[in-house]
Protein backbone atom coordinates (compact mmCIF):
# COMPACT_ATOMS: atom_id res chain seq x y z
CA UNK A 1 0.00 0.00 0.00
CA UNK A 2 1.68 3.56 -1.13
CA UNK A 3 1.69 5.98 1.30
CA UNK A 4 3.06 9.46 0.97
CA UNK A 5 5.39 8.83 4.64
CA UNK A 6 5.64 5.85 6.88
CA UNK A 7 7.27 6.57 10.23
CA UNK A 8 8.58 3.45 12.15
CA UNK A 9 7.92 3.45 15.94
CA UNK A 10 4.62 5.19 17.57
CA UNK A 11 6.08 6.58 20.25
CA UNK A 12 6.05 10.43 21.19
CA UNK A 13 8.70 11.47 18.12
CA UNK A 14 7.07 8.56 15.79
CA UNK A 15 3.23 10.23 16.73
CA UNK A 16 4.34 14.05 17.02
CA UNK A 17 5.81 13.32 12.80
CA UNK A 18 2.53 11.40 11.69
CA UNK A 19 0.37 14.27 13.26
CA UNK A 20 2.18 16.99 11.23
CA UNK A 21 2.07 15.12 8.43
CA UNK A 22 -1.86 14.44 8.75
CA UNK A 23 -2.64 17.98 9.25
CA UNK A 24 -0.89 18.57 5.96
CA UNK A 25 -3.03 16.25 4.39
CA UNK A 26 -0.62 13.84 2.94
CA UNK A 27 -1.51 9.85 3.91
CA UNK A 28 0.66 9.03 6.68
CA UNK A 29 1.00 5.35 8.22
CA UNK A 30 2.46 4.84 11.53
CA UNK A 31 3.89 1.24 12.56
CA UNK A 32 4.23 0.60 16.05
CA UNK A 33 5.33 -2.49 18.14
CA UNK A 34 3.93 -0.88 21.24
CA UNK A 35 7.46 -1.11 23.27
CA UNK A 36 8.03 2.50 24.01
CA UNK A 37 11.53 3.00 25.94
CA UNK A 38 9.92 5.20 28.92
CA UNK A 39 7.20 2.11 29.38
CA UNK A 40 8.66 0.93 32.64
CA UNK A 41 8.14 4.64 34.28
CA UNK A 42 4.76 5.77 36.08
CA UNK A 43 4.86 9.06 35.26
CA UNK A 44 6.79 11.96 32.94
CA UNK A 45 8.49 14.82 34.19
CA UNK A 46 9.18 17.77 32.49
CA UNK A 47 6.72 17.58 29.76
CA UNK A 48 4.90 20.77 29.81
CA UNK A 49 0.94 20.42 30.07
CA UNK A 50 1.48 16.81 30.75
CA UNK A 51 4.19 16.76 34.14
CA UNK A 52 4.08 14.01 36.24
CA UNK A 53 1.51 12.18 33.86
CA UNK A 54 1.72 8.64 32.87
CA UNK A 55 3.40 8.29 29.65
CA UNK A 56 1.12 5.58 28.31
CA UNK A 57 -1.81 7.49 29.16
CA UNK A 58 -0.25 10.53 27.14
CA UNK A 59 0.56 8.14 24.30
CA UNK A 60 -3.05 6.61 24.43
CA UNK A 61 -4.53 10.16 23.75
CA UNK A 62 -2.07 10.76 20.82
CA UNK A 63 -2.52 7.95 19.13
CA UNK A 64 -6.41 8.46 19.36
CA UNK A 65 -6.17 11.71 18.21
CA UNK A 66 -3.90 10.65 15.16
CA UNK A 67 -5.94 8.51 14.07
CA UNK A 68 -9.42 10.74 13.86
CA UNK A 69 -7.82 12.60 10.73
CA UNK A 70 -8.79 10.96 7.47
CA UNK A 71 -5.44 10.92 5.79
CA UNK A 72 -3.71 9.00 8.77
CA UNK A 73 -3.50 5.16 9.73
CA UNK A 74 -1.90 3.48 12.34
CA UNK A 75 -0.51 -0.07 12.53
CA UNK A 76 0.34 -2.87 15.62
CA UNK A 77 2.88 -4.72 14.64
CA UNK A 78 6.72 -4.67 14.33
CA UNK A 79 8.73 -3.02 11.01
CA UNK A 80 12.02 -6.09 10.49
CA UNK A 81 13.08 -4.38 7.19
CA UNK A 82 13.39 -2.02 4.87
CA UNK A 83 14.63 -0.98 1.65
CA UNK A 84 14.84 1.69 -1.14
CA UNK A 85 12.38 1.35 -3.97
CA UNK A 86 12.57 3.48 -6.44
CA UNK A 87 12.32 7.03 -5.45
CA UNK A 88 10.79 5.76 -2.17
CA UNK A 89 11.26 3.16 0.35
CA UNK A 90 9.45 -0.57 1.03
CA UNK A 91 8.85 -1.79 4.46
CA UNK A 92 8.65 -5.16 5.52
CA UNK A 93 6.28 -5.90 8.37
CA UNK A 94 6.97 -9.37 10.79
CA UNK A 95 4.76 -12.24 10.75
CA UNK A 96 4.03 -11.70 7.10
CA UNK A 97 2.04 -8.62 7.38
CA UNK A 98 1.78 -6.49 4.44
CA UNK A 99 4.37 -4.79 2.66
CA UNK A 100 4.12 -0.55 2.76
CA UNK A 101 5.77 1.73 0.39
CA UNK A 102 6.23 5.31 0.95
CA UNK A 103 7.73 8.03 -1.22
CA UNK A 104 9.55 9.18 2.49
CA UNK A 105 10.35 7.14 5.40
CA UNK A 106 11.05 8.15 9.33
CA UNK A 107 12.33 6.35 12.00
CA UNK A 108 11.58 6.82 15.50
CA UNK A 109 11.59 3.14 16.46
CA UNK A 110 14.05 4.19 19.73
CA UNK A 111 16.62 2.87 21.99
CA UNK A 112 17.02 -0.44 23.91
CA UNK A 113 18.75 0.38 26.87
CA UNK A 114 21.44 -2.42 28.06
CA UNK A 115 21.16 -2.19 32.01
CA UNK A 116 24.05 -3.77 34.20
CA UNK A 117 23.58 -7.44 35.56
CA UNK A 118 23.29 -6.37 39.04
CA UNK A 119 20.22 -8.68 40.83
CA UNK A 120 17.67 -6.12 41.56
CA UNK A 121 18.70 -3.16 38.97
CA UNK A 122 16.31 -4.24 35.88
CA UNK A 123 13.45 -4.79 38.78
CA UNK A 124 13.43 -1.20 39.38
CA UNK A 125 14.63 0.80 35.82
CA UNK A 126 12.42 3.79 35.62
CA UNK A 127 11.04 3.43 39.26
CA UNK A 128 14.27 4.14 41.61
CA UNK A 129 17.15 3.00 39.28
CA UNK A 130 16.78 6.22 37.15
CA UNK A 131 18.41 7.64 33.89
CA UNK A 132 18.41 11.62 33.79
CA UNK A 133 17.67 13.93 36.67
CA UNK A 134 15.67 16.49 35.33
CA UNK A 135 13.00 13.88 34.90
CA UNK A 136 12.92 11.84 37.98
CA UNK A 137 14.75 13.80 40.59
CA UNK A 138 12.68 16.47 41.74
CA UNK A 139 10.75 13.68 43.13
CA UNK A 140 13.89 12.33 45.22
CA UNK A 141 15.07 15.73 46.56
CA UNK A 142 16.80 15.51 49.87
CA UNK A 143 16.94 11.79 49.92
CA UNK A 144 20.52 9.30 49.70
CA UNK A 145 21.02 9.13 46.11
CA UNK A 146 24.01 6.92 43.99
CA UNK A 147 25.36 7.07 40.84
CA UNK A 148 26.77 3.35 39.29
CA UNK A 149 30.10 4.00 38.33
CA UNK A 150 29.68 2.89 34.05
CA UNK A 151 31.89 5.33 32.60
CA UNK A 152 34.25 8.60 32.85
CA UNK A 153 31.19 10.12 32.16
CA UNK A 154 29.89 8.67 35.45
CA UNK A 155 32.23 11.43 37.01
CA UNK A 156 30.00 14.15 35.59
CA UNK A 157 26.46 12.72 36.03
CA UNK A 158 27.38 11.80 39.53
CA UNK A 159 28.75 15.64 40.55
CA UNK A 160 25.21 17.13 38.44
CA UNK A 161 22.93 14.38 40.59
CA UNK A 162 24.78 16.14 43.50
CA UNK A 163 22.24 19.26 42.80
CA UNK A 164 19.41 17.52 43.58
CA UNK A 165 20.71 15.87 46.88
CA UNK A 166 23.54 13.73 48.95
CA UNK A 167 25.10 11.68 46.93
CA UNK A 168 27.45 8.48 46.25
CA UNK A 169 29.24 7.62 43.37
CA UNK A 170 29.48 3.81 43.63
CA UNK A 171 32.29 2.55 41.51
CA UNK A 172 31.88 -0.98 41.14
CA UNK A 173 35.23 -1.91 41.56
CA UNK A 174 36.42 0.89 39.00
CA UNK A 175 39.30 2.94 39.75
CA UNK A 176 38.92 6.72 39.71
CA UNK A 177 41.96 9.08 38.14
CA UNK A 178 43.07 12.27 40.66
CA UNK A 179 41.20 14.83 38.80
CA UNK A 180 37.77 12.84 38.89
CA UNK A 181 39.08 12.40 42.72
CA UNK A 182 38.98 16.20 42.87
CA UNK A 183 35.52 16.86 41.10
CA UNK A 184 33.80 14.56 43.33
CA UNK A 185 35.55 16.08 46.18
CA UNK A 186 34.65 19.44 45.23
CA UNK A 187 30.85 19.16 44.57
CA UNK A 188 30.35 16.72 48.51
CA UNK A 189 30.36 13.69 46.38
CA UNK A 190 31.22 10.77 48.50
CA UNK A 191 32.99 7.54 46.99
CA UNK A 192 32.24 4.08 47.55
CA UNK A 193 34.67 1.99 46.00
CA UNK A 194 33.21 -1.93 46.64
CA UNK A 195 32.09 -4.15 44.20
CA UNK A 196 28.06 -4.25 44.57
CA UNK A 197 26.14 -7.72 44.93
CA UNK A 198 22.64 -6.58 44.87
CA UNK A 199 20.09 -3.96 45.39
CA UNK A 200 17.97 -3.83 48.70
CA UNK A 201 14.19 -2.95 48.98
CA UNK A 202 10.63 -3.39 48.97
CA UNK A 203 9.01 -4.24 45.90
CA UNK A 204 10.11 -1.54 43.70
CA UNK A 205 11.21 0.86 46.19
CA UNK A 206 14.83 0.85 47.23
CA UNK A 207 16.62 1.24 50.81
CA UNK A 208 19.99 0.15 49.98
CA UNK A 209 22.95 -1.15 47.75
CA UNK A 210 24.42 -4.84 49.12
CA UNK A 211 28.21 -5.34 48.23
CA UNK A 212 29.88 -8.82 47.80
CA UNK A 213 31.69 -7.91 51.42
CA UNK A 214 28.47 -8.53 52.85
CA UNK A 215 27.87 -4.54 53.62
CA UNK A 216 24.89 -2.17 53.18
CA UNK A 217 25.11 1.07 52.32
CA UNK A 218 21.31 2.97 52.41
CA UNK A 219 20.24 5.22 49.30
CA UNK A 220 16.52 5.69 48.09
CA UNK A 221 17.74 6.45 44.28
CA UNK A 222 20.27 5.29 41.96
CA UNK A 223 20.80 6.76 38.70
CA UNK A 224 22.70 4.75 35.83
CA UNK A 225 24.11 5.97 32.22
CA UNK A 226 23.43 2.42 30.83
CA UNK A 227 24.65 2.00 27.29
CA UNK A 228 21.76 1.65 24.61
CA UNK A 229 21.45 0.43 20.82
CA UNK A 230 19.40 0.89 18.18
CA UNK A 231 15.95 -1.32 18.39
CA UNK A 232 15.97 -2.15 14.77
CA UNK A 233 18.56 -2.63 12.03
CA UNK A 234 16.32 -1.10 9.73
CA UNK A 235 18.93 2.25 9.67
CA UNK A 236 21.49 0.09 8.65
CA UNK A 237 19.71 -2.36 6.59
CA UNK A 238 18.99 1.46 4.48
CA UNK A 239 22.81 2.32 4.32
CA UNK A 240 22.54 5.56 7.15
CA UNK A 241 25.38 6.74 8.61
CA UNK A 242 25.52 5.85 12.26
CA UNK A 243 27.81 7.36 14.55
CA UNK A 244 28.76 5.94 18.29
CA UNK A 245 27.60 8.57 20.85
CA UNK A 246 28.23 9.20 24.19
CA UNK A 247 25.61 6.30 25.51
CA UNK A 248 25.58 4.25 22.07
CA UNK A 249 24.49 4.19 18.48
CA UNK A 250 22.82 7.44 17.16
CA UNK A 251 21.24 7.92 13.63
CA UNK A 252 23.31 10.58 11.55
CA UNK A 253 21.06 13.42 10.70
CA UNK A 254 21.06 17.04 9.58
CA UNK A 255 19.02 19.84 10.78
CA UNK A 256 16.04 18.88 9.54
CA UNK A 257 16.49 15.35 10.67
CA UNK A 258 17.11 13.88 7.72
CA UNK A 259 19.77 10.69 7.55
CA UNK A 260 22.74 10.44 5.09
CA UNK A 261 20.30 8.68 2.83
CA UNK A 262 17.96 10.82 0.69
CA UNK A 263 14.01 10.99 1.96
CA UNK A 264 15.29 9.08 5.30
CA UNK A 265 14.46 10.71 8.60
CA UNK A 266 15.42 9.83 11.70
CA UNK A 267 13.71 11.34 14.92
CA UNK A 268 14.06 11.07 19.13
CA UNK A 269 16.68 9.59 21.06
CA UNK A 270 18.24 7.31 18.26
CA UNK A 271 19.48 10.50 16.46
CA UNK A 272 20.17 12.63 19.25
CA UNK A 273 21.43 12.89 23.06
CA UNK A 274 20.68 13.71 25.69
CA UNK A 275 17.16 12.41 25.57
CA UNK A 276 13.60 13.38 27.08
CA UNK A 277 9.82 13.45 25.91
CA UNK A 278 10.24 16.97 25.07
CA UNK A 279 12.86 16.96 22.72
CA UNK A 280 11.82 13.61 21.43
CA UNK A 281 8.13 15.22 20.07
CA UNK A 282 10.24 18.66 19.24
CA UNK A 283 12.36 16.17 16.57
CA UNK A 284 9.32 14.07 15.86
CA UNK A 285 7.95 17.83 14.42
CA UNK A 286 11.15 18.69 12.22
CA UNK A 287 11.11 15.34 10.94
CA UNK A 288 7.35 15.51 10.22
CA UNK A 289 7.32 19.45 9.04
CA UNK A 290 10.77 18.53 6.65
CA UNK A 291 9.00 15.31 5.09
CA UNK A 292 6.13 17.18 4.19
CA UNK A 293 8.34 20.10 2.95
CA UNK A 294 10.12 17.51 0.67
CA UNK A 295 6.75 15.97 -0.90
CA UNK A 296 5.91 19.26 -1.84
CA UNK A 297 9.14 21.17 -3.23
CA UNK A 298 11.74 18.01 -3.82
Same mark, same amino acid.
Given at each position: MQHDAVVVGGAFAGLAAATYLARARRSVCVIDARRPRNRFANASHGFLGFDGSDPRSILAKARDQLAAYPTARLIEGEAIAARCDGDGFSVTLSGGGEAMSARKLILAFGLRDQLERIPGLAERWGRTVLHCPYCHGFEFSGRSLGVLYRAPMSVHQACLVAEWGPTTLFLNGAELDPGSAAALAGRGVAVEPGTLSRLVGEGHALSAVAFEDGRERPVEALYVA #??????? #? /???????? /???? #??? #?? /????????TTVPGLYAAGDIARAPHSVSWAVADGVTAGTSAHRALVFG
Open positions: #PRSCLSS #P /IAEQLGAA /IDEG #PLG #PM /IRTDADRM
